[in-house]
């Protein structure tokens, strides 16, 4: 059996997971940032090792996170949980858990499972994508997540698509995250005369409503995310993107949107589908598990 645990920036979360892809358990711990990195580590082993009670034999253990291992130091790097970045997380796990572990980053993880057993599950290539407060993506070739050889394997939301965009935290300006995310809807909306308290789900339904400021803050994110996606497609061209995050749940993505790409791809047709994901919430903790085989549990 494999422990999935996903480590997000209020909640862990564990599950186990049998040798079919079956759930079994689900648990989980608060974050507790303030306390430390330590006490994270104990959390996540404290949680590990309840999971383990229940299902009464040592299970394999692999990790979700916001962020990633440095190819070059090995320490933790990008994570909103910041007091893990600098970090030699896999290590100190490791030690505590007395066994190897599986870490990647939240988004590969979301790849891994819709690609094994979720939308993407009869595709040989696949691009999942998250779009929700933040832009990230995962790539799976032939049932494998392909990290890259310096762990930005997917990373297309930090790809630049409008030079005189916003700021990004990263440093550059007018990335994919920053346009095409919830805030960056919602700020969007807000640069062009809408109000700046509403959030992006707000601006999707008031656009559906014949609202014309919110109709043209979709147009212009319709336009974003086919230019973002084109980028992907032209480069990997993917079996099947799988779409996950909060915006996933607008449906013009998968009807306008896809039209979008379409328009952009270098290519006289554009037959790759775009789904929407099949574990929701669960795929990132899903795919932490799945980061070991069945059989090698």
Same mark, same amino acid.
């Given at each position: ?6 480590? @997000?920036?209020?909640?862990? +979360? ?10 079994? !358990? *689900?648990? *989980? ?29 040592q ?6 996170t ?13 994570? =909103?949980?910041?007091?893990?970045? @600098? ?10 858990? =007395? *066994?190897?572990?599986?870490? #990647? =980053? ?7 499972? +819709? ?29 494998? !997540? ?6 930005? @394997?997917?990373?297309?939301?930090? =790809?630049?698509l ?9 440093? &550059? ?7 095409i995310?919830?805030?960056?809807? #919602?700020?969007?909306? &807000? ?22 400021l919110?109709?043209? #803050? ?24 799988? !779409? ?15 039209? *979008? ?13 775009? !789904?929407?994901n ?18 090698e549990?």
């Amino acid at each position: 059996m494999r422990i999935g645990i996903d480590l @997000g920036g209020t909640k862990i +979360e564990g599950v186990v997971l049998d040798n079919n892809g079956n759930e079994l !358990l *689900r648990k *989980r711990v608060e974050t507790r940032q303030s306390e430390g990195y330590q006490a994270i580590l104990n959390y996540i082993a404290q949680l590990a090792g309840h999971i383990e009670a229940e299902v009464g034999e040592q299970c394999s253990v692999g990790m979700s996170t916001p962020g990633a291992i440095s190819a070059i130091t090995g320490m933790m790097k990008n994570s =909103n949980t910041t007091c893990l970045n @600098g970090q030699p997380l896999i290590e100190d796990l490791q030690t505590l858990l =007395n *066994r190897p572990l599986r870490i #990647a =980053n939240d988004a590969n993880c979301f790849a891994l499972s +819709e690609a094994l057993d979720g939308a993407g599950k009869d595709h040989d290539v696949v691009f999942g994508v998250i779009m929700g407060t933040g832009v990230g993506g995962g790539v799976i070739f032939k049932k494998q !997540l392909h990290q890259g050889h310096q762990h930005i @394997g997917g990373e297309w939301g930090h =790809n630049i698509l409008e030079r005189d965009g916003p700021d990004c935290y990263c440093g &550059h300006k007018g990335c994919i995250e920053t346009l095409i995310s919830g805030p960056g809807l #919602a700020a969007d909306f &807000h640069r062009h005369g809408g109000s700046g308290s509403l959030l992006a789900g707000d601006i999707v339904t008031l656009a559906a409503q014949g609202d014309a400021l919110a109709e043209a #803050a979709m147009q212009r994110f319709l336009d974003r995310f086919g230019r973002a996606m084109a980028m992907v497609v032209n480069i990997l061209d993917p079996d099947a993107i799988v !779409l996950g995050g909060g915006l996933s749940n607008v449906e013009r993505l998968y009807s306008e949107g896809r039209e *979008r790409v379409a328009h952009y791809v270098f290519n006289d047709e554009f037959i790759t589908p775009i !789904l929407k994901n099949i574990h929701g919430d669960s795929s990132g903790v899903r795919g932490a598990a799945q980061l070991w085989e069945s059989n090698e549990t």
